[in-house]
């Protein structure tokens, strides 16, 4: 069974300050894919990332960047500088290797960023 | 703008009614799926179509019946649904694959009088 944790429902945050999403799955296959997804109030999931299992490569991109450490099994993802644009749900996702595209999500966390 | 166009934004119907409900992606892409969300959950997977085949039905009520008529389109026909049906229909498009990321369309509101 998968299971992906966001323990952090909530965070509020000032414009300008950096944070970070928490994010820790449990899963037995030994290939797997994590993503991260912004919801915004509009409605759409926006993709983010895609890490696969075997590459535990770190990432940035502009603001944005992932750590991802398969020893703790967390997929973490920081927002440096944050604007209030990136006020949005985040929900973090694990798909098994296989051919079907079955995303198991995490409960979300609520981003809110202060002007 | 989204690659992945639903229609309608919103909805709403009595539970006597059958509506329909309509997504479109022009990327090429031959999976495509459905997911229900309620507020402040994450979203739920309903069905899966690879290759306009059904692939995944996650024990849906037969009262939401999928259809994909060709590789671009995915509909959702409802029929005779209740009160706690009323939620977030997010239809979203990729690659075949479970490493493919999925795109999503804006969803339809869907409220059940």
């Known amino acids: 069974a998968q299971k992906v944790t966001q323990a952090q429902t909530e965070i509020s945050v000032v414009e300008k300050e950096d944070v970070t999403l928490d994010c820790v799955y449990e899963?037995?296959?030994?290939?797997?894919?994590l993503f991260w997804y912004k919801q915004p109030p509009s409605g759409e999931l926006v993709f983010l990332i895609r890490?696969?299992?075997?590459?535990?490569q770190n990432e940035i991109s502009g603001r944005y960047s992932w750590n991802f450490q398969k020893s703790t099994s967390s997929f973490n993802f920081t927002i440096t500088a944050s604007q209030v644009v990136d006020s949005a749900v985040y929900f973090c996702a694990l798909s098994r290797g296989t051919s079907y595209g079955k995303l198991t999500f995490g409960q979300g966390t609520i981003l809110t960023v202060h002007p | 703008d989204t690659e992945v166009t639903q229609t309608p934004k919103h909805l709403v119907m009595g539970m006597t009614n059958k509506k329909s409900l309509k997504c479109e992606q022009h990327m090429g892409h031959r999976a495509m799926y459905w997911y229900k969300q309620k507020a402040k959950k994450p979203p739920e997977l309903m069905f899966v179509?690879?290759?306009?085949?059904?692939?995944i039905n996650e024990s849906v009520p037969s009262r939401f019946s999928p259809e994909c008529p060709n590789s671009s389109l995915l509909n959702l026909h409802l029929h005779a649904l209740q009160p706690e049906d009323s939620a977030l229909y997010l239809c979203a498009s990729s690659q075949v694959g479970g490493h493919q990321p999925q795109h999503f369309g804006d969803g339809t509101r869907l409220s059940i009088l």
């Open positions: 890490r696969n299992s075997f590459d535990e």
């Open positions: 899963t037995r296959d030994t290939t797997y894919y």
């Open positions: 179509y690879s290759y306009e085949k059904l692939s």
